[in-house]
Structure formats: C-alpha cells, structure tokens
C-alpha cells in the first residue's frame, strides 16, 4: 500500500491539523498517522505537540510508540513541544512531584524559561539567530518566528538556533538526525515555510556524518 | 527582541465579518477567509476572530470556517464566542485555531478557565475582558454578553479584580475591551490599560478605540502592551498594516516587517 513519504505523528494533541496544513501549503505530502509501520517506513517524520508534556509523553506510552520513535533514523522534527520531548526531560511537572521523563534523545532538559519579569509565556514574534545546520539554510539572522511557550532548553552544544527573552535559550535544538524547534514554523509565515522546505529536503542520508552544533561554530 | 503585535479583529456573525460601533448596529465588512488571508499577507502578527452573537444567543461558533481559516493562512489566530466547555475548546483548537478565547462564560463560571487550562495548557487560553469606565462610582467595572445589547448585563466585577481572577486560575493572555471608546476611534484607553499593564503577568493585548497611527504608538510605549487590536480602521481602510508596522518601528517600537 503507497503512503506519504512524511508522517506525522498522531499524538492526539491539538495541533495537529495545522501543522498538516503547513505541509500541505508548501505542496508536501504528508499523513497524520500514529501506525507504528508506517512511521518506520516514512522517509520523514514530524512530531508535533502542544499542552504538557506529561500529557503527551503518556499519549506517546499509550500509544507504544517511544521504543519506534527512538529507534528511528531518518529525519525527525519535533514541534514546540514535540520539541520538547526529544530531550531527556521536563521540569513542567503540572501537579506531580517528580520531573517528566522524555525521550532522551537530546542531551538536555527542559526548565523554566526566566524572563527576568517580563509577560509568561513568551509570546509572540521573536529574532532568532541560527547557525549552519541545513534546517535553517536561508534563514538570515534575526528573522522572526512565532513563540507560544514557558518552559525552555537551555543553551548548549545541541542548540541550533539562538533566541533570548530575559535569557538567551535555544530556538532549535538537533542531535544527528533528530531535530527540535521551540517556536512553531507552521504559524510563522514565511520564513517558517522556508524551514519546512528545508525540513522536506532531508532524508536519511542526510545524516551520515554529524553536524557541527552552534557551540563549535559561532561561540 | 519580542516584536509588539498588531492583531486585526473580525468580528464574525453568521459567517460574515461585521463591525458595529461600540458593539452595536454590525454593518457586514466581508468574507471570513479572504479578509484573513488579506491581513497576514499586509503584515498581521495574529488575527482574532469574535463570534459576537454566540454567547448572547446560546450559539457555538460554527467550526466549517475556523478549518477553512487554518488551511489558508500562515500566522497564529484566536477564536472566541460561546465556548463553554473543554470539549467546545477541544474542536477549535483541532479545526486548527491557536487559541480560544473566553469572555462570557467565564463569568458565569470562573472555574471553566481552570479546567481549560489544566487540559490544553495556559498558551492557548486567552480571557477577553469587556470593560467600561463607571463614571458614578469612579471605578472601571466588567460587562458580560455584549455581544448583543439586550443581553448585555454588569456584574459584580471591579475590572481590576477580574484581571487578578483570571491571572490565578491560569489564562495565558488577557484581551481588554474598552467598551466607552469602541469603534469611535478617539484613542485606546492609556490610563486605564496602564492600570491593568501593572498587575498583568501575562501578554496582555489592548482593544477597543484605535482611529490613527498615533494612538497605536501611543498604546505601546505609554501603556506598555504586548499587542493591539483594532477592527474598523483596518477594515476601512484607514490604517493600513504595512505602513503603520514601519511608522511604529520608525518610532522605536519592536515590529516583526
């Protein structure tokens, strides 16, 4: 049976039909699907999400899709807070006591953003200044992309983009072949058509060698 | 840096978007999409759009175009009207708005904004506050159902103490209607949005009065805002969004051009 070359995930979140439509105005083809085979074969995968991160990662154990996620070793873009769950884990912790367990495949963690008393959440268009990594090719700097978050990682060799408000943290975060940006490039006019064009340019060979982080490069 | 935002409101009734002045006598401006898709390609950070009558007349917005919307257009937008319960907020975040915005039914139940938020998150739940200057008590208070007149009806709200309410049970923006000066364009309420700028931990964005470029200046650096709506001038054609986003950065106001 044929199916899209780019899947994304079905994780029951409530974004999920604009970050579809965002593919589908730059002309990609892609399918909603949490079908464990079809995100194995997908040429790409997206993993998209908004709310909390324990209300997602429980949706993604729900659904036995963390071992197929990790496994994978084609492209992967993870939303805001798709993002989000790429990484070790979550200090939003909602009404428990512990952290939230992510997927690990970043080396990192999500904490508060500090906005040293300005309005949370970081809302709005912001500047972001991204480095050399193929997902930002023709992205200038300072471009504006649209923000809707409180938590945040913080800057490292992972980071892949720059923003700051009240603190300098990473607009974008990747790890070989796994890739996460905090704002949300389907609501972000042009330029986030541009980086999800660069996001349908990869493929699984994309990947053989590593790419250098914003830390070796610019810092 | 955070660009301020300029947010053109449409106001929605049966399908069209209409605009009355001080939220009476709605003339029909035009067609839901194009219009928006118009605005974000002028410049617009963010559409909002208000299904005024739903409150009022016990209506939910009517979703057909909330999809139609998200499909076309590539900047963040905010439905609001007569969502009262999680599952009326589940389908418009999943016909592809960003946020919903709640103004009467949280009045009527304050907790709503708890439940919204402990389900979907603070950053998509915006309050719209429809609030008037009471010139007898000195004091800005709030108005429930304003979407229609005979409906429309005080509470026991002072505005200040509604700001603070809405903060502490979770609402990620707070959207004040200054309802004295809607639609006749004399200029946002500065003093009393410089009021609630301070005890607003959140996005907060200014509604109600916008008639010149000027008074979208002044809102920013007077008042302190996040971001301004405004319908009429807009819908008129008397501000265009291009050219106010570079008077306003001329003047040393963060834009996104």
């Given at each position: 049976m044929s199916q899209s070359d780019t899947i994304i995930i079905d994780t029951g979140c409530a974004n999920l039909s604009s970050v579809r439509y965002a593919f589908e105005r730059i002309g990609a083809d892609v399918e909603v699907s949490d079908d464990i085979d079809k995100i194995k074969a997908a040429t790409r995968v997206v993993l998209p999400g908004v709310g909390t991160a324990r209300a997602a990662m429980q949706a993604l154990k729900d659904k036995a899709l963390i071992d197929t996620i990790s496994s994978l070793t084609?492209?992967?873009?993870?939303?805001?807070?798709?993002?989000?769950?790429?990484?070790?884990?979550?200090?939003?912790?909602g009404d428990k006591q512990r952290d939230c367990e992510c997927l690990g495949l970043i080396d990192t963690n999500i904490e508060r953003l500090d906005s040293k008393g300005l309005p949370l959440p970081h809302m709005g268009w912001n500047q972001i200044s991204p480095g050399d990594h193929p997902l930002f090719a023709g992205v200038a700097e300072g471009s504006y992309v649209y923000f809707v978050h409180s938590y945040r990682a913080p800057l490292g060799d992972f980071t892949i983009a720059k923003c700051e408000y009240g603190e300098g943290f990473s607009a974008a975060i990747a790890k070989d072949n796994f890739m996460g940006v905090q704002f949300h490039p389907e609501k972000s006019a042009a330029v986030g058509a541009t980086i999800l064009r660069n996001f349908m340019k990869m493929n699984a060979g994309s990947f053989t060698g590593?790419?250098?982080?914003?830390?070796?490069?610019?810092? | 840096m955070l660009a301020k935002r300029i947010v053109p409101c449409l106001d929605v009734r049966d399908g069209k978007v209409v605009k009355g002045v001080q939220f009476r006598n709605h003339e029909i401006v035009g067609d839901i999409v194009p219009l928006a898709a118009r605005y974000a390609l002028d410049g617009a950070d963010e559409l909002v759009f208000y299904d005024i009558t739903a409150s009022a007349h016990d209506r939910v917005v009517d979703k057909s175009w909330v999809s139609r919307v998200a499909e076309q257009i590539d900047i963040p937008f905010c439905v609001a009207g007569g969502i009262k319960s999680i599952d009326q907020a589940r389908e418009k975040l999943a016909f592809g708005a960003d946020k919903i915005s709640i103004n009467?039914?949280?009045?009527?139940?304050?907790?709503?904004?708890?439940?919204?938020?402990d389900?979907?998150?603070?950053?998509?739940?915006?309050?719209?506050?429809?609030?008037?200057?009471?010139?007898?008590?000195?004091?800005?208070?709030?108005?429930?159902?304003?979407?229609?007149e005979a409906a429309t009806k005080d509470t026991q709200w002072y505005t200040q103490d509604w700001v603070e309410e809405v903060?502490?049970?979770?609402?990620?923006?707070?959207?004040?209607?200054?309802?004295?000066?809607?639609?006749?364009?004399?200029?946002?309420?500065?003093?009393?949005?410089?009021?609630?700028?301070a005890i607003c931990d959140v996005p907060l964005i200014a509604s109600g009065g916008a008639g010149t470029m000027e008074h979208f200046l002044e809102v920013f650096t007077q008042a302190g805002v996040d971001a301004a709506l405004a319908a009429s001038v807009f819908h008129k054609g008397i501000i265009e969004i291009e050219a106010l986003k570079r008077y306003l950065l001329d003047n040393g106001v963060q834009m996104r051009l």
């Open positions: 084609q492209p992967v873009l993870g939303v805001c807070l798709g993002m989000q769950m790429l990484t070790r884990a979550s200090q939003e912790r590593n790419h250098k982080s914003m830390k070796e490069n610019t810092l | 009467s039914p949280a009045l009527s139940d304050p907790s709503l904004i708890d439940r919204l938020q389900e979907f998150g603070r950053q998509c739940i915006a309050i719209g506050i429809d609030s008037y200057y009471d010139a007898d008590t000195n004091s800005y208070k709030v108005k429930q159902f304003t979407g229609d903060q502490r049970r979770g609402c990620g923006e707070i959207v004040l209607n200054v309802m004295n000066q809607d639609g006749v364009r004399q200029g946002y309420d500065i003093k009393q949005l410089a009021m609630v700028r």
